[in-house]
């Protein structure tokens, strides 16, 4: 059992971001087990493809990621200090890292090291340059292709936590956060049989919530020595991160407003843009915005913009309309 306790600082210090990084390390972890994370099949037999396509080599990658992924060394998932840092930013603070933290990370590692893992050990800077290289290259064709639809979801899961958060505080925001969480009281406890840890998050750092699409069904805890603490989880919709369509909406729902809408509504499960939900369901980008404005004005829907893109949600009328 995990358990953290929060002051109010830490409450209001604790945040969200996203890593382009981590979604490289845990997306390792699927290809090295798919069958654990089957909801990722599809796009595993695509990743595979391009990655033998472009002839790319992450042998040391590999390594540094072990199955049952127990333990990850923290350099490897550090925690983004920025909201949503790009690529080459991360990479830059992964090089930068310091050599000794590097060995210390590798403590954890299962003995003995794997020959790439040692010869890191050995020289960090070097192996850091090889290390940036190879996930630069893998993130290239595996994970950027499909970046796209990712990081909406990602995005949404912000946005609806964020919601939550400012609706009902942090009992709201932890709330179905992930099976094995807990928030009550000013704690948060997350359900490990491997280890016991109790503490208090030191210094008002709080935390920083990583949504992963690829960490799925899983969550990391990642203490930081330095910086802020950090929890990877997957958000809220993955099952539907490769799905072209399926949603379904009750049928009493479609005969009341019709089945697009309440398809459209159905299909909103996270929040999604006009352009994704055109995608999924076959119609047009127009038609799909008409139906979206009359659900707004009907209050089932609400949207929000994220950078250059406007994601649609639904409000709490329409999870009632879906629920019943």
Avoid: C
């Amino acid at each position: 059992m995990l358990t953290l306790d929060f002051s109010a600082q830490d409450v209001a210090a604790t945040r969200f971001a996203s890593s382009r990084v981590m979604e490289v390390v845990t997306s390792v972890q699927v290809l090295k087990d798919p069958g654990a994370k089957a909801v990722h099949l599809p796009w595993v037999r695509q990743a595979r493809e391009r990655l033998a396509a472009a002839g790319v080599r992450y042998e040391l990658l590999s390594q540094l990621v072990p199955m049952p992924a127990w333990h990850l060394p923290h350099f490897l998932i550090a925690t983004p200090a920025a909201t949503a840092p790009g690529i080459e930013a991360e990479l830059a603070v992964l090089a930068a890292t310091r050599p000794e933290t590097v060995r210390a990370d590798l403590v954890g590692v299962a003995l003995p090291l794997p020959p790439l893992v040692a010869a890191l050990h050995e020289d960090p800077a070097a192996g850091l340059e090889r290390l940036t290289g190879e996930i630069r290259a893998y993130w290239t064709a595996a994970v950027e292709p499909y970046w796209g639809r990712i990081v909406r979801l990602v995005e949404g899961e912000i946005l609806y936590r964020a919601r939550r958060m400012a609706a009902g505080g942090p009992a709201a925001l932890f709330d179905g956060l992930h099976p094995k969480l807990r928030w009550e009281d000013g704690r948060m406890t997350v359900a490990q049989r491997r280890y016991e840890i109790e503490r208090r998050l030191e210094g008002g750092r709080g935390l920083v919530l990583v949504p992963s699409v690829f960490v799925w069904p899983g969550l990391v805890w990642h203490a930081e020595t330095e910086g802020q603490p950090g929890l990877i989880y997957p958000p809220r919709g993955v099952a539907t991160l490769w799905e072209a369509s399926g949603a379904t909406a009750p049928d009493g729902l479609a005969r009341v407003i019709g089945r697009t809408r309440a398809r459209l509504l159905a299909e909103l499960d996270a929040p999604a843009s006009t352009t994704e939900l055109a995608a999924r369901t076959g119609l047009s980008a127009a038609n799909v915005s008409h139906h979206l404005t009359a659900l707004r004005e009907a209050g089932l829907t609400d949207r929000h913009r994220t950078g250059r893109t406007v994601l649609y949600l639904r409000t709490e009328a329409a999870e009632l309309l879906l629920g019943g």
